[in-house]
C-alpha cells in the first residue's frame, strides 16, 4: 500500500513588488515552519519526496529531504493552476472556482482540469513507487483540490 503526505508550501516572501511571485522565497517564518515540519515527519518511513518546482515548495520540503538523506523529485504538473490574465479582485475569483470547479478564465484552468493533472501525477507516482510512502509539497489549492475526492 502507498501512503502520501500532502504538504502545502510554507509563508512565502512576497514582498518584493517586481519579483516574479512564482520565485518568491519562503519567509523567516517559513523557513523556521519547515524546520518544525522537517522534525515532525523525520521518523516517518518516507521513501520519496516530490515537489512542485517552484522555490518555495523546494525549500519547505528542503530540511526533511536533508534529514532523510533523499533527493527532491520535481514535478511540473504540481505547478500553480494557470489563471488566464490578472484578475484584480482575486479572492473573489478562488471563492468562484471553489463554488464552481468547472469555473476558468479565457486561458486559464478550472480547478476541475487541474485536480485531473494532479491524480494523474499522482497516480503516475503511486504506481512508479508502490508500497512506498511518499510526500508531495505543493500549493494550497492542489491540497485542496486531493481533499474534495475523499
Known amino acids: 500500500m502507498t501512503t502520501i503526505y500532502l504538504v502545502r508550501h510554507a509563508q512565502p516572501d512576497y514582498s518584493d513588488v517586481h519579483a516574479d511571485p512564482e520565485n518568491a522565497p519562503l519567509t523567516k517564518q517559513g523557513r523556521e515552519d519547515s524546520k518544525k515540519m522537517a522534525s515532525f515527519l523525520h ?3 518516507i521513501d520519496v519526496i516530490v515537489s512542485s518546482p517552484y522555490p518555495r515548495a523546494k525549500e519547505t520540503i ?3 529531504a536533508e534529514l532523510l538523506n533523499l533527493p527532491i ?3 511540473e504538473d504540481f505547478r500553480e493552476r494557470k489563471i488566464g490574465c490578472w484578475v484584480e479582485d482575486f479572492n473573489g ?6 463554488e464552481d470547479f468547472s469555473y476558468a478564465l479565457p486561458e486559464g484552468e478550472s ?3 487541474v485536480q485531473q493533472i494532479v491524480v494523474q501525477a499522482l497516480g503516475f507516482f503511486s504506481t ?3 508500497a512506498f510512502v511518499s ?3 505543493s500549493c494550497c489549492h492542489v491540497s485542496g483540490m486531493i ?3 475523499a
Open 43 to 45: 521518523h516517518e518511513p
Open 62 to 64: 528542503r530540511p526533511l
Open 73 to 75: 523529485l520535481l514535478e
Open 93 to 98: 475569483y478562488c471563492k468562484r472556482q471553489w
Open 111 to 113: 480547478l476541475q482540469q
Open 128 to 130: 512508479l513507487y508502490c
Open 135 to 137: 510526500l508531495f509539497t
Open 147 to 149: 481533499g474534495r475526492l
